[in-house]
Structure formats: C-alpha cells, structure tokens
T-cell receptor
C-alpha cells in the first residue's frame, strides 16, 4: 500500500543533543511537509518542500532544519533541542493540484519527541 | 490574518447524530478539509469541500458556505470508535504551493 512512513515513532533525546527525524513516502508526491503538534494544539507547519524547493515558515526557529535528498525522503533536523521542542512531529505529503483547489495532505503516523 | 474557530469539546451518545461547526477567516481560500485524529495518532483525511454545499461520504457529511466562512462536519449513527479530535483545516495559497491552516480541533466523546 502507498503510504507515508516516519521513523522512529518515539524518540528520546537530551537537552541540546542534535536529533534527526525521518519521513519517507511511496505516494510519489512532489510536496512534503513537516508539522509540529503539541498536546491539545493544532498542527503547526514548520516548512515544506515543493520538489526540491524549500519553503520555510516565517516563525519557524532556526533550530529546525530540513533536508530532502530525493522525492521519497525528507528529514527534520533539530540542532539543539530544548524542553519546549517536545512534541509530536508529523510529516505529510500531497500532490500539487495544478488545476486549482487544494490537494489532500496525507499524514504519517508521527514521531513523538521527548527531551530530557 | 488567518483564524479558524471550532468548539473545544463535544459529547454525544452512541447511535446519535452530531454536528461540529467551524468558522474561518482567511485570505487566499482554497478549500476546507476535515481530519480525524485519535489520541497519539496522525490526522486522517475525512472530507474536502471547495464549492458551497454538502458532500456526503457514508456516515460522514461536510458542508461549506464560502460567503459565511462556515463549515460543519455531520456524523451520523455515532459509534464508540468515533471518539476522537476533529480538525477543521483551511487550504490557503502560500507561496509556491497550498498550505493548510488547522484549527485546534474539537474533541468528541461518544458515550454509550
């Protein structure tokens, strides 16, 4: 089945220790997104890739970086995690709808990050 | 600016019907989505409306009025497994592609 996969599902890191979260997709979608979701809050878009073009949200801290080496994979790097970065990190993909309207975003299962 | 409002919590009875409302103010509107999210899991797509009117999909229906900035999700024949958070999300033009702006979600508790 075509899907969005995130690894690991649970990640524990120490304050200030860099961590990388990964996302892969078999949907062959050209757009990939990273969201941060804290408890009882809405998913917050951090950035997205349209093919190889990186689009950062204005309020995303510099501590968060992303890489997309190919169509299938996208990584979220947190350079120096703080306690406030503990959250669920969701990866999503979509096929850009050139005909107008928004195309559906499909989410991976998420990675729950704990910062000690 | 972007603003999406939906009730924080709702309670309903198994077998009943429940309507979850969503109002929005946004620029560059490009469709409205409803997602279901169980605790600790990723959001899953339920419905999409870009034109005014009702979209029906099994037990779930979604309605949109663009002039009023209003949508609702209707769940019929409620089941216990429908207990989840329901996220209203507005598609908006955002640079090179479309982005989703999410509401904070409505936590629905289905009781026996």
């Amino acid at each position: 089945d075509a899907m969005v996969i995130q690894n690991p599902r649970y990640q524990v890191t120490q304050f200030g220790k860099p961590v990388t979260l990964s996302c892969s997709q078999t949907l062959n979608h050209n757009v990939m997104y990273w969201y941060q979701q804290k408890s009882s809050q809405a998913p917050k878009l951090l950035f997205h890739y349209y093919d190889k073009d990186f689009n950062n949200e204005a309020d995303t801290p510099d501590n968060f970086q992303s890489r997309r080496p190919n169509t299938s994979f996208c990584f979220l790097d947190i350079r120096s995690p703080g306690l406030g970065d503990a959250a669920m990190y969701l990866c999503a993909t979509s096929r850009e709808n050139l005909g107008g309207g928004s195309d559906t975003q499909y989410f991976g299962p998420g990675t729950r990050l704990t910062v000690l | 600016g972007q603003n999406i409002d939906q009730p924080t919590e709702m309670t309903a009875t198994e077998g009943a019907i429940v309507q979850i409302n969503c109002t929005y103010q946004t620029s560059g509107f490009n469709g409205l989505f409803w997602y279901q999210q169980h605790a600790g899991e990723a959001p899953t797509f339920l419905s999409y409306n870009v034109l005014d009117g009702l979209e029906e999909k099994g037990r779930f229906s979604s309605f949109l009025s663009r002039s009023k900035g209003y949508s609702y999700l209707l769940l019929k024949e409620l089941q216990m497994k429908d207990s989840a958070s329901y996220l209203c999300a507005v598609g908006a033009y955002g640079g090179a592609t479309n982005k989703l702006i999410f509401g904070t979600g409505t936590l629905l508790a289905v009781q026996p």
